[in-house]
């Protein structure tokens, strides 16, 4: 939900009890000034720790997980939300990167998984490592493994993926029979 604070030949003020700083980088992020953010703005808004510009479609998720409206943007309040969903990942990618360099491997992948509860096959592993390690290969480059907002995304579609699993999972026992009809929409409806 937007913020609807008038705009007008003063500009917009911010919400009553909004954090000053996050209302300086909400105004900033808010480049057409429309008093709401596009997926566009929010991606030129959001770096890595290696001043690597976010995956679109992690920002396209970010969005959909933070517009609550449905307007396909996000005001204040829900900018709010988003930057403090972004700084407790931000500690999860810290206490995981333990080799400190800058992206997430094959075992710390695989700790940060299981200690989220996602015990993931190695062979699981390996392709969710694959799907969104970071390709290489430009001077600038950052090191071989998985950046911080696809690591982000990479915990979010497997804890998706697993409640859409449980949820056709009414006997709990791993595993689920269902036709294509079923199996299209549990896919389609997620982000």
Request: charged share 25%.
């Amino acid at each position: 939900m937007s913020y609807g604070g008038g705009y007008g030949a003063g500009g917009y003020g911010a919400p009553p009890g909004a954090d000053p700083q996050l209302w300086s980088w909400f105004t900033t992020v808010d480049t057409d000034r429309s008093g709401a953010i596009t997926a566009v703005e929010l991606e030129r808004a959001l770096m890595n720790g290696d001043w690597t510009p976010f995956d679109l479609d992690t920002v396209k998720l970010l969005m959909t997980l933070f517009d609550t409206d449905r307007s396909g943007t996000i005001g204040f309040t829900e900018f709010a939300g988003l930057w403090k969903y972004i700084k407790d990942w931000q500690n999860v990618f810290k206490h995981f990167d333990r080799d400190r360099s800058g992206t997430i491997d094959g075992e710390e992948l695989r700790d940060a998984l299981g200690q989220f509860g996602y015990n993931l096959s190695p062979s699981l592993l390996d392709l969710v490592q694959k799907k969104y390690a970071t390709q290489t290969g430009g001077r600038y480059a950052p090191a071989p493994g998985i950046t911080f907002d696809r690591f982000v995304r990479a915990c979010v579609v497997v804890k998706q993926l697993s409640e859409a699993f449980g949820r056709l999972d009414t006997d709990r026992d791993g595993w689920i029979q269902i036709n294509y009809d079923q199996f299209m929409n549990t896919v389609l409806c997620l982000p």
